[in-house]
């Protein structure tokens, strides 16, 4: 009865139900059983996802394509004839056209990822070099936004990883601090060893995260600030499904802690 309950399951899975069943029988089929609901649920799980996936892609292409059929039209049909709104339609219809690249491209990266594709150059990098350079890149956009930003690092083995793809992750996890760290606070990197691994930590004194989100920020195109989405210059939830996807590949691991009101590290 068991099996027979699990043959119609299986059946049913074919067809998009997904139905758990109940765990009963000798030990063994109580085993295939649980084993047969944890599949089902990844599936659900996985096709959910794809379906997200889907509509978020959709989502984010939709606002520029509309931006620049509605500019373009502008000037074919002479809507837009003086300089200044020529100048207007054509910077509109580069910056989007921009933001519609990056954001191709940013898919491109997570495909290859995924895939375990990417062509990741593994030699030595030296950490405290490359934090620096991070540091460096943002510190104008700190002293433009009024926030403190420092780095302490002690002294850090060379390790062996890709460092173009490791600074992009510290880019984007720097970048995101500053974004939410209001003017007069600071965002702090730092950088030691610990037992076997090396620690490297990006803290911020933002209004942190919610409980809820803290679990799915690393989810793709999932924005704590929903009102943030879309706009020149704001991202659309990429930068640490990307970050997380290439620690993963370096073998490490990444994560968040955060108290609402006190910041997030």
């Known amino acids: 009865r068991p099996l027979h309950r699990m043959a119609q399951s299986a059946r049913a899975m074919a067809n998009g139900q997904y139905q758990p069943i109940p765990i009963a029988g000798p030990r063994e089929v109580q085993q295939l059983g649980e084993a047969f609901n944890e599949m089902a649920h990844r599936v659900q ?145 730092h950088a030691g060893v610990d037992q076997s691994s090396m620690l490297v930590s990006v803290s911020d004194s933002g209004p942190g995260i919610p409980p809820e989100d803290r679990q799915r920020i690393f989810e793709r195109f999932y924005q704590v600030d929903k009102s943030r989405r879309g706009g020149a210059g704001r991202g659309v939830g990429l930068g640490l499904a990307i970050a997380s996807q290439i620690i993963q590949a370096h073998q490490g691991q990444i994560w968040v802690a955060s108290q609402v009101g006190s910041g997030s590290i």
């Open 45 to 189: 799980a996985s096709q959910q996802s794809q379906r997200d996936f889907i509509a978020n892609v959709s989502h984010e292409l939709k606002t520029p394509i509309t931006s620049i059929q509605g500019f373009s039209q502008a000037i074919l049909d002479g809507t837009a004839q003086s300089p200044q709104a020529l100048q207007q339609s054509a910077s509109v219809i580069n910056s989007e056209a921009n933001r519609m690249h990056r954001l191709v491209m940013d898919l491109l990266v997570l495909a290859r990822l995924d895939a375990g594709t990417a062509d990741l150059q593994r030699m030595q990098v030296e950490m405290g070099g490359l934090l620096k350079g991070v540091l460096e890149k943002f510190s104008l956009q700190a002293q433009n936004a009024n926030v403190k930003l420092t780095l302490q690092t002690g002294d850090l083995p060379v390790i062996i990883g890709d460092g173009d793809r490791l600074a992009q992750v510290f880019t984007n996890l720097v970048d995101n601090a500053l974004k939410y760290t209001p003017s007069g606070g600071s965002v702090a990197i």
